[in-house]
């Protein structure tokens, strides 16, 4: 690209010195025509300012290239006044820097017309004062939704399922506020049928939206429908899969070769349990298989121990050693073990404990 006369020239210039290659200032300058018109001082004053918020250099071409105008915006006439504002909804530092790495729109839209209507309407739905803010710079984008068209349809959705209590919908926007980024028709009331469809209750389906909104976001046919065929094909009937999504909804969403398949071969050939236990106990696929579920086994092993997958899993290590393991304070301390376990790696750990229950 050749340096035209003028302003032109003198922002390609200021855009090379920052790293970005030809065909990159091609694309702002298309995508941005106030570019063309913009000197290198005024550019370069605004960078200097995205510094200042705490935005590191290295990621201030990645801002600029979702958004070049924040280069056109004005250092005092815009983007001071925005952060300003977007600070006040910060509870630490760095919040409003990486808010703006996540989503640079949210420089360039009005406060009046944009900011404050939406902090309303999540109040109005139940988001304490203190955590709305929370909410917007943890999901930016949520400033360029359109709270009549987009944001106000999904809130109905999820009260349509029977919401009653005052603030539930908010309580699930805190959980997850990318929810609201969903098409209604398209990805939250087809997954809502499907999970109905799988056998959950209104209720069990209210249960799983409220604790793990996320899983009303994932894909059918891509995430759920292979999880619950998996679980189907482990022997688990309709009733039973559905037990095991409401104990645990995250099933349908961990991956079937990573996670589920090398957890269930560990419980059945390695364990040496059936498949039922995990309907007693979903939380099974919660826990790690190297870290928990391994080690966990092979001290039971050790001590020719039986136990149900609760009484196995549902505490923590050092509960566990307590019950299992280890059965007076001379053996070890409660304090040294929770040392050993962050200091130490497993196969060191495994040894010690054995060592003790040996003794």
Not at 179 to 195: D, H, K, N, Q, W
Not at 232 to 246: D, K, L, P, S
Not at 264 to 281: A, D
Request: charged letters at 25%; a positive charge; glycine letters at 8%.
């Amino acid at each position: 690209m050749e340096a035209g006369n003028g302003h032109t020239g003198s922002i390609v210039g200021f855009l090379r010195e920052k790293g970005f290659d030809e065909g990159s200032i091609r694309e702002l300058l298309k995508r941005c025509k106030r570019l063309e018109s913009l000197g290198r001082d005024r550019a370069s004053e605004s960078w200097d300012y995205l510094r200042t918020v705490g935005i590191q250099e290295r990621k201030l071409p990645h801002v600029v290239s979702r958004c070049p105008k924040v280069l056109a915006l004005g250092r005092d006439e815009k983007l001071v006044p925005a952060v300003q504002c977007l600070a006040t909804l910060g509870t630490k530092p760095g919040d409003v820097a990486a808010a703006v790495v996540k989503f640079p729109h949210i420089l360039s839209h009005s406060v009046e017309e944009k900011l404050c209507p939406l902090l309303a309407f999540f109040q109005a739905l139940g988001v304490p004062e203190a955590r709305v803010g929370k909410l917007l710079l943890l999901n930016p984008r949520l400033i360029s939704y359109s709270i009549q068209e987009k944001l106000s349809h999904i809130a109905a959705f999820l009260s349509g399922l029977g919401f009653e209590e005052e603030g539930a919908v908010g309580r699930i926007l805190l959980k997850n506020p990318y929810i609201m980024g969903y098409s209604v028709e398209r990805r939250l009331r087809p997954t809502a049928e499907f999970l109905r469809s799988i056998g959950l209750g209104e209720k069990d389906l209210r249960k799983l939206v409220a604790s793990f909104p996320e899983v009303l976001c994932r894909d059918v046919d891509k995430v759920l429908r292979p999880n619950w065929e998996f679980l189907r094909q482990c022997g688990f009937g309709r009733q039973e899969i559905a037990g095991v999504v409401t104990g645990y909804p995250p099933v349908l969403m961990k991956s079937v070769e990573n996670s589920l398949k090398p957890r269930m071969r560990f419980l059945v050939e390695v364990m040496g349990r059936q498949t039922r236990e995990v309907v007693e106990y979903p939380e099974f696929f919660r826990h790690g298989l190297k870290k928990s579920l391994e080690l966990r086994q092979r001290v039971l092993q050790q001590r020719n121990t039986q136990c149900s997958l609760s009484e196995m899993l549902g505490c923590n290590q050092k509960k566990f050693m307590a019950k299992f393991c280890l059965h007076t304070e001379q053996h070890i301390k409660g304090e040294i073990f929770g040392t050993l376990w962050n200091h130490r790696t497993v196969e060191e750990l495994e040894g010690f404990l054995f060592m003790t229950v040996e003794k």
